[in-house]
């Protein structure tokens, strides 16, 4: 996690960026939900992207940039980030597909990784964690191995434990109290929003 200055910094990225929408969403997970956090929309804003690749790459170094070999991108929100934080790591890089191709090789992991390779997973938000738990089923498969993976902004509705038994830890930037925290105090968003926001987050 990041210090209250750095979230600040973060969530003034996110609501210039219009990251931030309010309604009835079904998430890629499935799950109902009323906001959504549209991150690929970051992409568009030069300045602040550099600001949300900046807060992983300071995340990633706080777990140790010795401690794996290669990054994984989770397509597609997850792209975005993973492949500029490779390379301002110099560490290779791969990603997953959404699903797997019917052509070619047919592969649902693109990139050349090598066997034994230790890999962090990339991607945007954690939710349910069926991404991140696919991704690493996938590495798995590919010969890889995967003991952490991070995201942006863990939305606080599934615990981690789901991950125990693939011995992975996940690690966040923010988690969605403390930005709806700033933001109810930016006066960005009313105690409504802010109720709507924590109203799935688990105790």
């Known amino acids: 996690m990041i210090n209250d ?4 910094e973060l969530v003034d990225a996110l609501n210039v960026c219009q990251s931030f929408k309010f309604g009835t969403y079904t998430l890629s997970s499935g799950k109902s939900s009323s ?4 991150l690929r929309l970051i992409q568009s ?3 602040y992207y550099k600001i949300i690749i900046d807060s992983y ?3 990633i170094k706080n777990i140790g940039v010795d401690s ?3 990054i994984c991108g989770i397509a597609t929100a997850g792209l975005i980030f993973s492949v500029p934080v ?3 790591l110099g560490k290779p890089h791969v990603y997953i597909r959404k699903s797997k191709k019917n052509y070619g090789r047919e592969q649902n992991l693109e990139g050349n990784l090598k066997a034994n390779s230790r890999v962090l997973l990339i991607d945007d938000i954690f939710t349910t964690g069926s991404s991140l738990i696919d991704g690493f089923n996938i590495i798995h498969d590919s010969g890889g191995k995967v003991s952490s993976a991070v995201v942006l902004i863990d939305r606080l509705e599934t ?3 789901i991950f125990n038994s693939l011995n992975m830890k996940l690690s966040s930037v923010a988690n969605i109290i403390d930005i709806a925290n700033v933001l109810f105090s930016k006066s960005i968003i009313d105690d409504k929003q802010k109720n709507m926001i924590l109203s799935n987050v688990i105790d």
């Open 57 to 59: 790459i300071n995340l």
């Open 68 to 70: 794996f070999d290669y």
């Open 5 to 8: 200055d750095k979230i600040t």
């Open 86 to 88: 490779s390379i301002s």
């Open 35 to 38: 906001y959504y956090l549209d």
């Open 159 to 161: 615990p981690h434990s």
């Open 45 to 47: 804003y030069p300045e």
